[in-house]
Structure formats: structure tokens, C-alpha cells
């Protein structure tokens, strides 16, 4: 387990995407993407890599329309294996399935590859590099895209075969489409106190609480205040956020109060929205 999805850091650790398809992405989620299901209804499947704890929930609206271009919302979740060696398995078996990888990068902090679900919605594998490697320079941590070694990564596997997503997977970070920089820094930072990692290029933020080198990425790449995903549209419906105890969620919740933010409190839980209406539960 890492330091940086516990107590005292404030980290993701589930996300509801809305499918067009329920079977259809059941199938890539327990296929290819190696997810076991642990709760089944008509209209939702909830996914986990361990069997256990719940990390991604697909669920079918009604009237589900496919993802319009150029809105905010997700670009990708990030599910943080726990080796080297567990990324060359997956590669190797997404390989063997055929599916297209859409890019891969070493970013001094991490080994990652992505690709897109069935519905577009971004999706990252990675590894963290052991963060006596990150470089770190007042309270900041810059990261690189260069090329992956793939070669590198496959020959750890060996003749070993992918078994699924290993127990000890998780959500690592998430990075998501927002239409204003500034609007989101001041939420996020002010609000929540993530710290500011890395800026880049005025178009994305890297953000942190803890000192890992990110737990939400946000960027401007769908264009300076794109509007939100439509209700029923295919997309993330929200992602989690897990505070260290109730006294800390409450003092943030108090802080994006005071900021003019909205607390939604329903049934299932206690929501807020960023500034570009990305929905975001708020769990102990
Ligand atoms: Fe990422």
C-alpha cells in the first residue's frame, strides 16, 4: 500500500462512470482491464480489483448518449499497480487481446500507459518509481514525458501470465478536463489545501496532498470554459475523495462553504461540485 492513499493524505479511491452499454463495458472492464464484479444489478455493475473493496461502478442511465466533444470532466483515471513487473503483465496481456494502447511515457515520477474505455473515457495504467528517484525541489516535484521502454517492462514478465488486477491495485490519481485554471486552483488548493506540484504551460495543474507528486491532474485541454457533460451523457458521474476523519472533512467542507462552494448531502453521501461541475464525494 502507499504512504500517499492513507491517513494523513486526502486521496482518490472510487469513480462512477456512466456507460452507453452496460454489458458491453462489464465485458472490457472484467476482460481486458482484469476487474472482478462484486455487485451486479440490472442497470449497475461495481468493480474491484481485489474482490473486495469496491473501485469503479459502471452504471447505465437512462436514454445514455455518447460523450460530446470538448467538455470538462474526465480525461483519465489512474489505477497505480503495485510493481514494475505487474505493468509488463498487463502490457503483455493487452497485447495478446489486441487492444490498442493509446500512448505510453516514463515521467521520472512513474511508468504509465493509457488508453480509451468503450465509451472514450481516458484510462492510465502506471507504477510508481521509487521516490528516492522524484525530483523534488521545494515542495515541488517535476515530471517528464519521455519515451517508455517497453522492451524493459515486457521482459519482467517472463513466461508469466496477467491473473487480472493484482490484490494490492489502486486508484492512483485522476486527472480531469476543467474550463478554468485559476477557478480550479482555488478550489482545490483553497478549498481542499491540495498542494501545487507542477504547473504546466498554463494549460494543467498537478496537485498533491502529502507530498505525492499527484493526486488530481487538471487541465484546460478541451478549451478555456467548456461546459459540462450532460446528465445522461456517457462519462464520469464523480470520483471520491477520502479524508483522514471526519473532523478534517468538516473543516474542509466549512472552507468550501465559506469560498461560496455548494455541499449537496443526500441519501448516498455528501457530494460537492468543482467549478466545472465535476462531482466529487466527500468519504471518511
Ligand atoms: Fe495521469
Not at 465485458?27 to 449497475?44: A, D, L
Request: hydrophobic share 35%; aromatic share 10%; with cysteine.
Amino acid at each position: 500500500m502507499s504512504k500517499y492513499h492513507e491517513s494523513p493524505s486526502i486521496y482518490i479511491d472510487e469513480i462512477e462512470l456512466r456507460v452507453l452499454n452496460l454489458n458491453r463495458s462489464k465485458e472490457f472492464y472484467t476482460k481486458i482491464m482484469g476487474f472482478k464484479v462484486i455487485e451486479e444489478e440490472e442497470k449497475r455493475v461495481v468493480l474491484s480489483a481485489d474482490g473486495v473493496k469496491p473501485m469503479v461502478t459502471l452504471v447505465e442511465p437512462e436514454n445514455p448518449i455518447p460523450k460530446p466533444p470538448r467538455r470538462t470532466g474526465l480525461y483519465h483515471f489512474a489505477i497505480l499497480l503495485p510493481s514494475r513487473k505487474d505493468l509488463g503483465l498487463f502490457l503483455k496481456h493487452i497485447r495478446e487481446m489486441g487492444y490498442p494502447i493509446v500512448g505510453g511515457a516514463y515521467h521520472g515520477v512513474s511508468e504509465a500507459v493509457y488508453l480509451q474505455d468503450v465509451d472514450d473515457n481516458g484510462i492510465e495504467i502506471y507504477r510508481d518509481i521509487d521516490e528516492k528517484h522524484w525530483d523534488r525541489k521545494n515542495n515541488q516535484i517535476n515530471m517528464v514525458t519521455e519515451p517508455l521502454d517497453y522492451k524493459a517492462i515486457m521482459a519482467l514478465a517472463g513466461e508469466e501470465k496477467w491473473q487480472g488486477l493484482p490484490e494490492d491495485t489502486i486508484l492512483g490519481h485522476i486527472h480531469l478536463h476543467v474550463g478554468d485554471l485559476d477557478q480550479a486552483k482555488r478550489f482545490y488548493c483553497e478549498g481542499l489545501s491540495f498542494d501545487l506540484i507542477m504547473s504546466m504551460a498554463n494549460s494543467a495543474l498537478f496537485i498533491s496532498t502529502g507530498g505525492y507528486h499527484h493526486h488530481i491532474g487538471l487541465n484546460i485541454w478541451h478549451g478555456k470554459n467548456a461546459p459540462p457533460l450532460p446528465d445522461n451523457s456517457a462519462g464520469m458521474k464523480y470520483f471520491s475523495l477520502v479524508f483522514p476523519n471526519a473532523e478534517i472533512r468538516e473543516e474542509k467542507i466549512n472552507n468550501l462553504k465559506k469560498l461560496g462552494y455548494k455541499i449537496i448531502e443526500d441519501e448516498a453521501g455528501i457530494f460537492t461540485k468543482d467549478p466545472s461541475e465535476n462531482l466529487i464525494k466527500l468519504v471518511l
